[in-house]
């Protein structure tokens, strides 16, 4: 019943597609490379500039690439050698909600041994029955 419940509430509640499990193993690689999505995915400094002036947040970053996706950002609150962050304690709530599904819609993964996963709340198996039932009904 839980279960049922849960997945009422994610899905047209939260309106979420994906369930975050496992737990961070602090490898840090999340605050390496970042994309930075307000309205699109920033594409120029000029852009940037205007949006630090929105957050705090933004002020941590420094620009490191730009790819086929949008400028590439590092924090600078990473710790370059333990790869821990310097301000642990109070740092964003974005960086605490981190990862969230709105990482693949701006074209993003999640980092290589990531110890987050984001698992579809409806399986492939259940896409499959429904696909079929409607398909045998017609
Ligand atoms: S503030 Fe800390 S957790 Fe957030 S991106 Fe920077 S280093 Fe990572
Ligand atoms: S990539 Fe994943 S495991 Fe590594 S620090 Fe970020 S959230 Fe934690």
């Known amino acids: ?11 047209h509640i939260l309106r979420k597609k994906y369930y975050r499990t496992g737990k961070c193993n602090t490898c840090g690689r999340c605050c390496q490379r970042i994309y930075v999505k307000h ?12 949006l ?9 970053l420094k620009v490191i690439d ?9 924090c600078m609150n990473l710790d370059p050698e333990t790869h821990l962050c310097k ?27 990531c110890g987050y996963k984001l698992e579809p709340i409806v399986s492939f ?5 429904k696909v079929s039932k409607k398909s045998l009904s017609n």
């Not at 198996?125 to 029955?129: C, M, N, P, S």
């Open 125 to 129: 198996e259940e896409v499959f029955k």
């Open 39 to 50: 309205k699109g995915v920033i594409q120029t400094e000029e852009e940037f500039k205007k």
């Open 66 to 74: 730009k790819d086929e996706t949008g400028l590439v950002f590092e």
């Open 87 to 113: 301000i642990h304690k109070k740092r964003p709530g974005i960086c605490r909600r981190y990862p969230q599904e709105e990482l693949f819609s701006m074209g993003g993964t999640l980092a290589e041994h």
């Open 1 to 11: 019943m839980f279960k049922i419940l849960k997945k009422f509430f994610y899905i």
């Open 52 to 60: 630090q002036k929105l957050h705090p947040f933004y002020t941590y």
